[in-house]
C-alpha cells in the first residue's frame, strides 16, 4: 500500500503539493490535472526520486526518506519519452542491464528477456538496435524494462503522448494486464475508462478523488 502523509513540496520559492494525504490500495489509479498542477512531481515522490518538504510517503510500510534504494526496486517508473530511459544500442542488453544491477543470473535473465519479449511480441527484436524500434515498441521496451525488475507497483509518467492510435492502443492493453498496481499520470482521458479511481490536482491540491465516471466529467467541467 502506498501512504502518503500532509505531503508539501516547494521548489525554492513556488509550492507544487500542498498539504496531500493518499492512501492508495486500487490497483489502477490515474492522476489528472492542468498542466502543471503538480501531477509529475507527486508521481516522482512515489519512488523517492523526489522527497517531500513537508510530510512523509510511505511504500508497504517504507519511508522514501529513509528506503530509497528498496523503494526503486518495489516502484517501477515508465517516463514519458522512451528514449530517456532506453540507455543500451541493443535491445536485450537493455532488458539485461537492470536485471544484472539486481544480481540475477544468467539463466533468470535469459528466462525474463525471452518471457517479457514474448508477450509483447517482440521477440524477433531481441538483436536489434534499439534506437531504430518505432515509438510505440521503444516504449512497450521502457515498459518491460520496468517489468523485468519485478516491481510491485509501477508509476507511468504520460506514457501514450508521443504515440499514435494503433501504438497509444497498444500500450493502454499492456497497462490493464498488468497484474501489478498502476498509478498512471495522464492527459489522456481516454485511457482511464477501466480504473478503478482517478485522482485530480489542481495548483498542488488534490480536487476530486472517485471513480472515472464520477471524477473525469467533474475534472472536464473545471477545465471548460
Ligand atoms: N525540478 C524543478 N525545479 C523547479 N520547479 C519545478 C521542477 N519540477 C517542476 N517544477 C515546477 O513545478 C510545477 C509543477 O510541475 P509538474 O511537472 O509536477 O506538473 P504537471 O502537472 O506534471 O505538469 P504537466 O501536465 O505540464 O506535465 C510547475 O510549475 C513546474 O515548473
Redesign the pocket.
Known sequence: MINIHNVS?S??D?T??RDVSLSLTERRIAVI????????????MLNGL?LPTEGEVEIDGLNTRTHGKDIRQKVGFVF?NPDNQIVFPVVEEDLAFGMKNLGFSKEKIAQKTDEILTRYDMRDLREHPAHLLSGGQKQLLAISGVLVMEPSYIIM??PTTLLDLRNKRRVSEAIMALEQTVIL?S?DLDLLHDFDRVIV?DE?RVVEDNIPSVAVPAYVKRMT
Do not use: M, P, T, W
Open positions: 513540496l521548489y525554492a513556488r507544487v503539493l490535472g492542468a498542466n502543471g498542477s503538480g501531477k509529475s512531481s507527486f508521481a516522482r523526489v514519458q509518467d504520460e499520470i492527459h490536482f498542488g
